[in-house]
């Protein structure tokens, strides 16, 4: 069975800290894809990244950044000098792939506060 | 220009009473989901529709029916409201399956 886990349901962190969201995800597929989403308090959500299973290269966008490793399942983001404007709850999905639906199975959430 | 649109944004009504939620993608997407997101946040899948047939139909009520009448467009139907369908439904589309999918701003539904 596909599974996604976020185990942080709540961070809270003082303006320009870093901070890492987990993820750890369980699937039977030699290839998926991983995805990060964005649900600022206005309630739409947001793509961040996409990550496929034979990509283990880190990725860095501005003072965002993914850690993904297969030996341990995770696909963590971090993000560096955080700022109020990241106060959000951040998704993290895996596709459906050998299902060839394109369903996203979402982990639970983490709710990420940023205080000034 | 919207890629993915909702209407209504709010939808507040009684107990029992049939209600649509709208969706239309400019995309050029063909493949289209709902999906609902509880009051603890969770997201979860509900259909999905690849050029206008069903591939999704997870286990969600009888009552919620989803009609695609051209793939840029994808509508639910909730017949006979409960209040356990208070959520916020999102669509969205994706061009390649398992490639991700943009989401419309989501619809309140307020079951009273």
């Known amino acids: 069975a596909q599974k996604v886990t976020q185990a942080q349901t709540e961070i809270s962190v003082v303006e320009k800290e870093d901070v890492t969201l987990d993820c750890v995800y369980e699937t039977r597929d030699t290839t998926y894809y991983l995805f990060w989403y964005k649900q600022p308090p206005s309630g739409e959500l947001v793509f961040l990244i996409r990550r496929n299973s034979f990509d283990e290269q880190n990725e860095i966008s501005g003072r965002y950044s993914w850690n993904f490793q297969k030996s341990t399942s995770s696909f963590n983001f971090t993000i560096t000098a955080s700022q109020v404007v990241d106060s959000a709850v951040y998704f993290c999905?895996?596709?459906?792939?050998?299902?060839?639906?394109?369903?996203?199975?979402f982990g639970q959430g983490t709710t990420l506060q940023v205080k000034p | 220009d919207t890629a993915v649109s909702q209407t209504p944004k709010y939808l507040v009504t009684q107990m029992g009473n049939d209600k649509s939620i709208k969706c239309e993608q400019n995309l050029g997407h063909d493949t289209m989901y709902w999906y609902k997101q509880d009051s603890k946040k969770f997201l979860k899948i509900m259909f999905s529709?690849?050029?206008?047939?069903?591939?999704i139909n997870e286990t969600v009520p009888n009552r919620f029916s989803p009609k695609s009448p051209d793939k840029a467009h994808l509508n639910l139907h909730i017949n006979s409201l409960e209040l356990g369908d208070s959520a916020v439904y999102f669509c969205?589309?994706?061009?390649?399956?398992?490639?991700?999918?943009?989401f419309g701003p989501g619809t309140r539904l307020t079951v009273l």
């Open positions: 529709y690849n050029n206008k047939e069903l591939i």
């Open positions: 999905a895996l596709s459906d792939y050998s299902g060839n639906t394109g369903k996203l199975i």
């Open positions: 969205a589309s994706s061009q390649v399956r398992s490639l991700g999918q943009f």
